[in-house]
């Protein structure tokens, strides 16, 4: 419409100054666009903060597997060269924790289970192993990582079991105080916990902590007695609830917080989040 009359003399308007009154649309045209901007900023930031953190059920559902349930005997020595451990369930890749893509090497978890106990097999692809820690119960997170998170049943309390490198344990039990969503709003750990029966061990290739050289892998090799974790030995079809966790570093490098099942949520801890554990039938 302004730009019209812009087009188009002034001749039927006699007496009127054409420049000014152009100059006057002009300023009212730009005064009202800026008007216009203003209220649209204002509308989108209200929009924004309107917008709902998303809570667990509207996220992609968590992943789910079922853990063969193998007969086999193992030598706990961080060796996965027993022929039961090519009928685990695999887990991988593995991803960043929220979502921002694929891990940049490469984690492998092995899963089966037996009458007395749930046997792990982690393989880790690492140009760049970093840790120093071995007490029990140290912040292995600090440095370099895997981690379980499982429950038999409430969300709310779960178990959380880490092994590093140089074969450093940390076992704790966790209570999580959850939000109306399921979201975590705080949680602490028992640290005192101590998984009596779990054993484990590592193998390892490579110079850790010289990140000069290029390292190979770390595996891990677990046997964790269900008796550990308060329970008898699960029924086939039963679901449990956990998820899988890794801390990698590489020199120059973020660090990658990475999961199975991407929780999506802020941490590991959102329970809500954690994968589906079934139980599968004796092969
Ligand atoms: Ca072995
Ligand atoms: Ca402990
Ligand atoms: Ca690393």
Not at 40 to 65: D, F, N, S, Y
Not at 126 to 150: C, G, P, Y
Request: with cysteine; net charge negative; glycine share 8%.
């Amino acid at each position: 419409m302004f730009d019209a009359c812009v087009k188009h003399p002034c001749e039927p308007f006699a007496g009127f100054d054409c420049d000014l009154v152009i100059r006057k649309i002009r300023r009212t045209k730009s005064k009202l666009h800026m008007l216009f901007l203003a209220l649209w900023a204002l509308a989108c930031a209200q929009a924004i903060a309107a917008e709902p953190t998303p809570g667990p059920k509207t996220l992609p559902a968590p992943k789910r597997v079922v853990i063969p349930k193998l007969h086999g005997s193992v030598k706990i020595d961080g060796e996965l060269t027993e022929s039961v451990w090519t009928n685990a369930a695999t887990l991988q890749p593995f991803y960043e924790n929220d979502g921002s893509g694929k891990e940049r090497e490469h984690t492998e978890l092995r899963l089966w289970y037996d009458d007395t106990a749930l046997y792990l097999g982690w393989i880790c692809r690492d140009i760049d192993i970093q840790a120093t820690f071995t007490n029990r119960d140290s912040k292995f997170w600090e440095e370099e990582v895997v981690e379980m998170f499982i429950t038999p049943k409430a969300l709310d309390k779960y178990f959380e079991l880490q092994w590093n490198p140089l074969g450093g344990v940390f076992d704790a039990i966790i209570t999580n105080t959850l939000d109306a969503k399921g979201i975590s709003k705080a949680f602490e750990g028992d640290w005192s916990f101590t998984a009596k029966g779990m054993k484990s061990a590592v193998k390892l290739k490579g110079t850790p902590n010289d990140s000069n050289d290029k390292d190979e892998f770390w595996q891990v090799e677990v046997m964790l007695p269900f008796v550990d974790l308060g329970q008898t030995t699960p029924k086939a079809g039963d679901v449990w609830r956990g998820n899988f966790y890794r801390f990698n570093r590489t020199k120059g490098l973020p660090v990658e917080q990475l999961s199975w099942s991407p929780t999506l949520l802020p941490g590991f801890h959102q329970p809500n989040r954690f994968g589906f554990l079934e139980f599968g039938s004796f092969q």
